[in-house]
């Protein structure tokens, strides 16, 4: 069994720490550690999820984690990894997005009495930096950082080396606030640990200067590799929009999808990322990815252990038997909403449903009106050649027709050429 350290070391989740001391006291003691989450959205999405699951293998060691929901910071902006400023949110739809956030949280971490001392909790910074007095906030804050100081963090740095962009004043101050978080829980809590991605480093470190200063204790920092695609994009977003936790902006079956797909050279180190799975296993999967890379094996375990965490077994069931049925006859169990969402991608067209009565629509010239085929000829060729799918079932027969026999849910035909050209038919 690998102690934690070795446990983030082989996961690949640690990029910069503050001190090496820091080891002994993950493996051996019990601490508290905290990470932020700036309520920009009502939900969660999966870039976040990288914060949320180390924090939880803190606590399956016999750590405390705090999730620090950032209602005071969330009003002003982190400039951290954005070349432009951040639109301010007002308080009520900070409000609203924390209510949304809280929910989703607290499925990942234990959050009962029943973790004893690892029990975990959910904070709201806006109780107290909301509180504090400005010119209060000035004299037992900022006193202790300096211009120079703050100007050389890479996040505050890069900003100031546009002049078409600069910084506000506004997100200047985010440093200061985030320092001041790390303080307060240290006082009320006894955190000793932050964790954040690497562009937080600054921030991070600016806050154990904080304690350092003020109390003369030593607190630490971690923080884990950006989550970045081959391409150097960030995670969590598809081509479509953001990838959400919440089911309803993003539905299992897209979440399944997004993972499912993800190339060889990115699942082995998203299986470490994101999953649960021992070392042993994940090593089997690279085994697995490298000899037989066809199988999509490893894909298949990081999809369903990552739907599992965010929305359970049964769900999760439900998103791979819908990701199967997109190649087989499957397809025709599938529930209208399901149905639309699995060929959401396809290319469609409304046809009138009277052309199904009597002899049927002649299937090639339906594959012809479709653009599935460039002519007719072409298409009698192809289903002649077993080339031709309807409902995700060969149809090779010559004459084929399309009738109202073949309706999905009395309404669709899902039209399949070779292995991934689809057309959706609706029948109004």
């Not at 070349?83 to 007002?90: F, Q, V």
């Not at 506004?170 to 440093?175: D, K, N, V």
Request: net charge negative; hydrophobic share 40%.
């Amino acid at each position: 069994m690998p102690t934690l350290s070795e446990d983030l070391a082989f996961r690949d989740l640690v990029h910069q720490v503050s001190d090496d001391a820091l080891w002994k006291m993950l493996d051996t003691g019990a601490t508290t550690a905290y990470a932020g989450f700036d309520p920009t959205s009502d939900s969660l999405h999966v870039g976040n999820l990288l914060g949320i699951l180390t924090l939880r293998r803190l606590q399956l060691g016999g750590h405390r984690p705090i999730l620090l929901a950032g209602g005071g910071t969330g009003l002003i902006g982190d400039p951290g990894g954005k070349s432009d400023e951040r639109p301010l949110l007002s308080a009520e739809q900070l409000a609203a997005n924390l209510e949304g956030i809280r929910g989703q949280l607290g499925r990942f971490l234990d959050l009962s009495p029943a973790a004893g001392q690892a029990q975990g909790l959910l904070l709201d910074n806006s109780k107290w930096l909301c509180a504090y007095g400005f010119i209060d906030f000035l004299r037992d804050v900022g006193k202790h950082f300096t211009v120079n100081q703050m100007i050389a963090k890479e996040s505050v740095k890069s900003r100031i080396e546009r002049p078409d962009q600069g910084i506000s004043f506004t997100e200047f101050s985010y440093m200061l606030l985030q320092s001041y978080d790390f303080l307060y829980l240290f006082d009320n809590y006894g955190c000793r640990l932050q964790l954040g991605g690497s562009d937080q480093w600054g921030n991070i470190t600016s806050g154990l200067d904080l304690i350092r200063k003020v109390r003369g204790e030593e607190a630490f920092a971690l923080t884990w590799p950006l989550l970045l695609r081959s391409d150097g994009t960030k995670y969590g977003k598809s081509e479509s929009g953001a990838i959400w936790l919440d089911a309803s902006k993003s539905s299992p079956y897209k979440l399944y999808q997004y993972f499912i797909r993800k190339p060889d050279d990115e699942v082995g180190r998203l299986l470490r990322f994101f999953t649960f799975l021992s070392h042993e296993d994940i090593a089997a999967l690279d085994v697995e990815i490298a000899a037989r890379p066809e199988r999509r094996e490893a894909q298949v375990a990081l999809a369903r252990a990552v739907c599992v965490l965010v929305h359970g077994e049964a769900e999760t069931d439900r998103a791979e038997a819908a990701s199967q049925a997109l190649f087989s006859e499957d397809v025709a169990l599938l529930d209208e909403e399901t149905l639309l969402e699995v060929f959401a991608d396809a290319p469609s067209s409304t046809l009138p449903r009277a052309g199904l009565d009597g002899e049927g629509l002649d299937l090639a010239d339906v594959l012809v009106s479709t653009g599935l085929v460039s002519s007719k000829s072409a298409a009698r060729t192809s289903i002649a050649q077993g080339g031709m799918y309807v409902n995700n079932i060969r149809r090779a027969e010559r004459d084929a027709r399309l009738k109202r026999d073949d309706l999905l849910v009395d309404r669709y035909v899902v039209l399949r050429r070779g292995k991934l050209s689809y057309h959706l038919l609706c029948f109004g």
